[in-house]
């Protein structure tokens, strides 16, 4: 069971997730820094680890629209924490999976700041208002990746498998 | 039942006779092209070689295009040795599609790509920017990837999981009434189908406006497709495709083009008649939220952008320059011009064109994408006010998360700027 840290309405832009003047940070290992930077006050509580792995980052329809950015992923997947949105980008969501960050589609989810979910299999269980949403199930062919532990160890397995 | 471009290009690339929306497939990449953040694709690939005992290797350079534009002339150490070490693997790999930050040869990716005859239609193109939709102009299957993504092309020269999407169809129809274009069309559409309306879709585009469209008003339609979420804006390549390509891009082996089946399924068909249409703006801060001129003419604009992927080609130019010749940019108000390539640049100045935009008080700049993202040139301050050509207007997406963005026209822009209130052009 993991906290909902902030609940978000629809289309976030990877502008808000990962401002573009911070482009020129690429390293995983460097962009967490960086998230949702102009949200002052949460990006400062991300920073001082205010929040345990797991937790939450609730969105509405559309969330990580806008640009490629890989920075958006990696910047979220380094404070260890889950999505849970209504609908997701389509970049983002691929990024999402390529990078191994955990994001969960649920079209009916509601959830406020400070509820505890908990993600299943196939659902999402608000264990505060006591409710049950299903989750929209990935592609299969995404499982693929996700199973290898992300694009470059699937991508790794295919190229010895050609060699 | 037949087949839309779409799902006739991915068929070809994948090697089967037919596909469907909903399937699975891992088409081979015709092009492959990256900006500045090649730098993390680099990273990236040496990642996927780490352990295998291979050399890193990309699977075929000819295949893959670099060009540099977001930030240049770098605006950072960090930018310029990333740029550094992306010149080294260019080097190393012999990758001849290489645009350096240059005043010849040089611009924004996706006029480069057009330009140079690196995108011919039937292809399948990805690319680490969202804007890669533009492509689909030309008639190409384009779509944005992410680093990683990138990296896993380069290694395997196909993209190995594309779904295949459905794909709306749209027509539109009528002439455009004067002072009114493609950016006006597509900032309706993107209205009308919401941010999200066509997520993971692919926008066809018919009927007598676009076969009518030059290509240059193809690619700001194309461009901006993502902003209605989708995976890919496409104009099926005809006479004027063709056109483009020999005259402009000076291509001279065949161009086979793909059309779509007379009877291939789509999802939605959304009718348009732009002989009414008046200019359209988005509004702070999201793309959607677009209104006609007069509902926000009079907002006071301490900065106006002509320039970006979307609206910085010679016909954009000439545009503003035919409004602004003789007249003054406003007090208070400030003009930048970027020209989306340095080819546009040489003409523009060629016909006189970059002459009458200075005069008149713009500050014409380098190509690139300047204040597009707001890592570079052209900041706001805060609280400031844009009107810009471009095609985002997120909260902070020029450089400022309490200014604010409009989008429009370059005759809005160049209408406005005279004004320094946002302005119809058409009086
Ligand atoms: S001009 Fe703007 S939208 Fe176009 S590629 Fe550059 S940053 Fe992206």
């Given at each position: 069971m993991s906290k909902v840290i902030i609940a978000l309405g629809n289309d976030i832009s990877t502008d808000d997730i990962y401002p573009g003047r911070f482009m020129a940070t690429v390293l995983p290992t460097?962009?967490?820094?960086?998230?949702?930077?102009?949200r002052t006050e949460f990006n400062a509580q991300l920073k001082a680890k205010a929040f345990p792995p797991g937790s939450i980052i609730v969105g509405g329809e559309n969330f990580g629209c806008g640009s490629s950015r890989e920075q958006a992923c990696s910047t979220l997947k380094?404070?260890?924490?889950?999505?849970?949105?209504?609908?997701?980008a389509r970049i983002f969501l691929q990024n999402s999976i390529n990078l191994g960050l955990q994001v969960v589609i649920c079209p009916t989810l509601e959830a406020c700041e400070g509820d505890d979910l908990e993600i299943t299999a196939d659902q999402v269980v608000?264990?505060?208002?006591?409710?049950?949403?299903?989750?929209?199930?990935?592609?299969?062919?995404?499982k693929g990746i996700m199973d290898a532990g992300g694009l470059i160890p699937y991508t790794r397995a295919r190229l010895m498998a050609r060699a | 039942m037949g087949m839309t471009v779409v799902e006739k290009i991915l068929a070809r690339a994948a090697g089967q006779a037919t596909v469907k929306v909903g399937d699975v497939v891992e088409p081979k990449v015709d092009?492959?092209?990256?900006?500045?953040?090649?730098?993390?694709?680099?990273?990236?690939?040496?990642?996927v070689f780490e352990g295998t005992g291979l050399a890193p290797k990309v699977w075929d350079p000819s295949r893959i295009a670099i060009i540099f534009d977001h930030r240049v002339p770098a605006e950072s150490p960090k930018t310029a040795t990333n740029q550094k070490k992306i010149r080294e693997f260019v080097a190393a790999h012999g990758i001849a599609k290489f645009h350096d930050v240059r005043g010849d040869v040089g611009g924004i990716c996706h006029q480069i790509l057009p330009e140079y005859g690196y995108v011919r239609p039937g292809y399948v193109v990805v690319g680490t920017d969202s804007h890669t939709t533009s492509h689909g102009a030309l008639g190409a299957f384009s779509f944005g990837i992410g680093a990683t993504e990138m990296a896993s092309v380069w290694s395997l020269g196909v993209a190995v999981n594309i779904e295949v999407p459905a794909t709306i169809?749209?027509?539109?129809?009528?002439?455009?009434?004067?002072?009114?274009?493609?950016?006006?069309?597509?900032?309706?559409?993107?209205?009308k189908l919401t941010a999200q309306g066509a997520n993971y879709k692919v926008l066809e585009f018919h009927g007598e406006t676009i076969r009518k469209m030059s290509t240059s008003g193809r690619i700001a339609i194309c461009n901006m497709s993502v902003e209605a979420g989708a995976t890919s804006g496409i104009v099926p390549g005809d006479e004027e495709t063709l056109r483009y390509l020999r005259e402009e891009a000076g291509v001279t082996e065949a161009i086979p083009c793909v059309t779509p089946d007379a009877d291939a399924d789509y999802c939605q068909v959304?009718?348009?008649?732009?002989?009414?249409?008046?200019?359209?703006?988005?509004?702070?801060?999201m793309v959607d939220n677009v209104k006609p001129v007069e509902q926000v003419a009079g907002t006071r604009v301490q900065q106006i952008v002509i320039g970006s992927c979307t609206n910085g080609r010679l016909d954009d130019l000439e545009a503003a320059a035919a409004i602004l010749r003789?007249?003054?940019?406003?007090?208070?108000?400030?003009?930048?011009v970027f020209p989306a390539s340095s080819k546009i640049f040489a003409k523009a100045l060629d016909r006189g064109i970059v002459h009458d935009l200075m005069k008149a008080g713009a500050v014409v700049m380098n190509s690139?994408?300047?204040?597009?993202?707001?890592?570079?040139?052209?900041?706001?301050?805060?609280?400031?006010?844009?009107?810009?050509?471009?095609?985002?207007?997120?909260?902070?997406?020029?450089?400022?998360?309490?200014?604010?963005?409009?989008?429009?026209?370059?005759?809005?822009?160049?209408?406005?700027?005279?004004?320094?209130?946002?302005?119809?052009?058409?009086?």
């Open positions: 460097e962009t967490p820094q960086f998230a949702f930077f102009d380094g404070h260890d924490v889950a999505v849970v949105a209504k609908s997701i608000n264990k505060t208002t006591g409710k049950i949403y299903d989750q929209v199930k990935l592609p299969a062919a995404r | 092009l492959a092209m990256s900006h500045e953040n090649a730098a993390l694709v680099i990273n990236q690939h040496k990642e169809k749209v027509v539109v129809k009528g002439e455009f009434p004067p002072m009114v274009g493609p950016k006006d069309l597509i900032l309706h559409l993107i209205g959304v009718e348009i008649d732009v002989s009414a249409l008046a200019p359209q703006i988005a509004c702070p801060h003789g007249k003054k940019v406003a007090e208070g108000t400030r003009m930048l690139g994408c300047g204040p597009c993202l707001g890592v570079h040139e052209g900041a706001l301050g805060d609280h400031e006010v844009a009107l810009s050509t471009t095609n985002r207007n997120f909260k902070g997406r020029m450089g400022n998360p309490t200014g604010e963005v409009y989008l429009c026209s370059p005759a809005v822009a160049a209408a406005s700027a005279i004004t320094g209130v946002i302005t119809d052009p058409r009086k």
